[in-house]
């Protein structure tokens, strides 16, 4: 097959879903790439076509071994159109569980073919430099698989006849599922008024509209789906988890998921 273009499909707070997007799509070639990034409220009701010369690749983070529900929701907005689509999930060093598996689901019900899937790292969403989990990644090296794992995915494109000769995709998980997804721990971020300055980014930057800025940040701790975004991107370092459970969580994380894992890839052999 032919492919015109490349669809980057991205719920991706913290941004290092985003950064193996790119990387696979570097690896895949040509100039027309485009971004369709969903991880903004604002981008959560656009209905996002998928046509059939272009390539999908369809990424988001792992959350609790599932997909985050927000991911889930955006992604019903996409329509597949017998197309062809990669898979990739982002995790932090812990596992990724089921996610592979019910992105390969969520996939094939919104009309795509899975053409290939990767599960790659990326810093934790609850490290810092403190409390470090893959801090850093993806880095360079994670980055040459991705484009590695894109030119791999040409080959195998420019080979398949149609869409439907492809060959059914092999991911790990359960079905039903038995990752249980993000739990609702009522914390959410709050900030050290004393140093922050009002700038308003991490509201620009909250998948779910939880914080609202007037003569102080206020967060909604029932919107809050704890990604992580507000605490990476404030310039002033004013947001953060204080929360001892929280605390203990990405302790245990620092010392318990230091081994550094390699990205997996699946649907490329024969
Ligand atoms: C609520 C929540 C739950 C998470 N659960 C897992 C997990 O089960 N396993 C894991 O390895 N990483 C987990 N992570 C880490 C993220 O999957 C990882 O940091 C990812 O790179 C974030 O992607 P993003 O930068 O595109 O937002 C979790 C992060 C959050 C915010
Ligand atoms: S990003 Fe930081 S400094 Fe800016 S408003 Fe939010 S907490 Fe304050
Ligand atoms: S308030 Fe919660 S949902 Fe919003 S960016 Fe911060 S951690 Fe993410």
């Known amino acids: 097959m032919e492919i015109k273009r490349i669809k980057l499909i991205y719920f ?48 988001a983070p792992v959350y609790g071994g599932r997909l985050p529900v927000d991911a889930i929701k ?69 980055i040459q698989k991705a484009v590695k794992f894109g030119r791999k995915i040409k080959a195998k494109v420019i080979a398949v006849q149609s869409p439907n000769t492809l060959i059914d995709i092999n991911v790990p998980g359960s079905y039903p599922y038995e990752a249980a997804g993000t739990r609702t721990i009522a914390v959410s971020p709050v900030t050290r008024q004393d140093a922050c300055t009002l700038c308003g980014t991490c509201a620009d930057v909250c998948p779910t509209a939880a914080i609202s800025i007037d003569d102080g940040v206020t967060t909604e701790v029932e919107h809050c789906i704890r990604c992580c975004a507000c605490i990476k991107s404030c310039p002033e370092e004013a947001r953060g988890m204080e929360n001892e459970t929280w605390k203990q969580i990405t302790t245990w994380l620092s010392k318990n998921c230091g081994l550094r894992k390699e990205p997996q890839l699946f649907g490329l052999d024969g």
Do not use: C, W
């Not at 290092?16 to 971004?35: C, P, S, W």
């Not at 329509?79 to 062809?84: D, T, V, Y």
């Not at 899937?117 to 403190?130: K, L, N, T, Y």
């Open 74 to 142: 955006r992604f019903k907005q996409v329509q597949g159109e017998n197309g062809l689509v990669v898979l990739v999930v982002m995790y932090g060093n812990r596992e990724f569980d089921d996610a592979l598996l019910e992105l390969k689901n969520l996939a094939r019900e919104l009309g795509f073919h899975p053409i290939a899937g990767g599960a790659f790292i990326g810093e934790h969403s609850f490290a810092s430099p403190g409390i470090p989990v893959a801090n850093g990644r993806p880095d360079s090296l994670d």
């Open 12 to 59: 991706s707070p913290t941004g290092t879903t985003r950064k193996i997007l790119e990387g696979i799509a570097q690896g895949v070639g040509g100039d027309d790439v485009e971004q369709v990034d969903l991880t903004l409220p604002e981008n959560a009701h656009q209905p996002v076509p998928v046509l059939s010369d272009e390539l999908a690749i369809l990424g």
